[in-house]
């Protein structure tokens, strides 16, 4: 089945330093791959996505590259700020999507901590 | 735009109990799906509404089901509750095939859920 992997965390980084959160991912098909961000206290909220190979998905100053060779779906920020704080988690789209709708596997989350 | 809301926000069961969490989508999304996020874990797929019927289900047994209503709005309900039923329970609502074209679900903050 479908599975997304992302980095062991927590991540503690000082603020303008670089982060990078790794994910890799087992599908089959070609399946769409999304960040999404939760905040304290709030929704997840979609960051960013990229629907085929070599597609780079960017907001906010974050970035990820859709990596078909090496299934992998690496989110970066060069210069990360406090307010970057919170969960950040990996998710593909079921690649039989035309049924399944709504359906995201996530990964297990990384906890993002900036410090002033 | 009104945005996903759900309730309960807390609410404490016992074991064999049984519960109902509501949401009501985002204006004009006519497809829910429902999320369980264990602590530290990424959210799991649970189901999806859409016309008020079930539309995909993830490896979530019978006890847990569903309903959708004319306007949209969901419910998600677990008979017999298990101590493992504990978690974060997400809605979100997205318009049908918006998965495969823009990736964006819209979340809810959640109903956690304590069983003891």
């Known amino acids: 089945g479908n599975s997304v992997t992302q980095m062991e965390g927590p991540v503690t980084l000082s603020e303008e330093a670089f982060l990078t959160i790794n994910c890799t991912y087992t599908?089959?098909?070609?399946?769409?791959l999304f960040w999404y961000v939760q905040y304290p206290g709030e929704g997840l909220q979609l960051l960013l996505k990229?629907?085929?190979?070599?597609d780079k998905g960017s907001n906010k100053g974050f970035e990820a590259t859709y990596r078909k060779e090496t299934t992998s779906f690496h989110l970066e920020k060069g210069s990360v700020q406090v307010s970057d704080s919170a969960v950040y988690f990996c998710?593909?789209?079921?690649?039989?999507?035309?049924?399944?709708?709504?359906?995201?596997?996530f990964g297990e989350g990384t906890q993002l901590t900036v410090n002033p | 735009e009104t945005g996903v809301t759900q309730s309960p926000t807390h609410l404490i069961k016992t074991r064999g109990q049984q519960v109902t969490l509501r949401c009501s989508s985002q204006?004009?999304?006519?497809?829910v799906s429902w999320y369980q996020q264990a602590l530290g874990q990424g959210p799991q797929f649970i189901f999806q509404?859409?016309?008020?019927?079930?539309?995909g289900r993830g490896n979530f047994p019978p006890r847990f089901s569903g309903l959708q209503f004319p306007n949209y709005s969901s419910e998600l309900n677990v008979n017999a509750l298990e101590l493992d039923d504990s978690a974060l329970y997400l809605c979100?609502?997205?318009?049908?095939?918006?998965?495969?074209?823009?990736?964006?679900?819209?979340f809810g903050e959640g109903s956690r859920l304590t069983v003891l």
């Open positions: 979100a609502s997205s318009l049908p095939g918006q998965i495969s074209n823009t990736g964006e679900l819209f």
């Open positions: 599908a089959t098909g070609y399946p769409s």
């Open positions: 990229a629907t085929k190979a070599d």
């Open positions: 998710a593909l789209s079921d690649p039989g999507a035309e049924t399944s709708g709504s359906r995201l596997t």
């Open positions: 204006s004009g999304h006519n497809t």
């Open positions: 509404y859409y016309r008020e019927e079930e539309n």
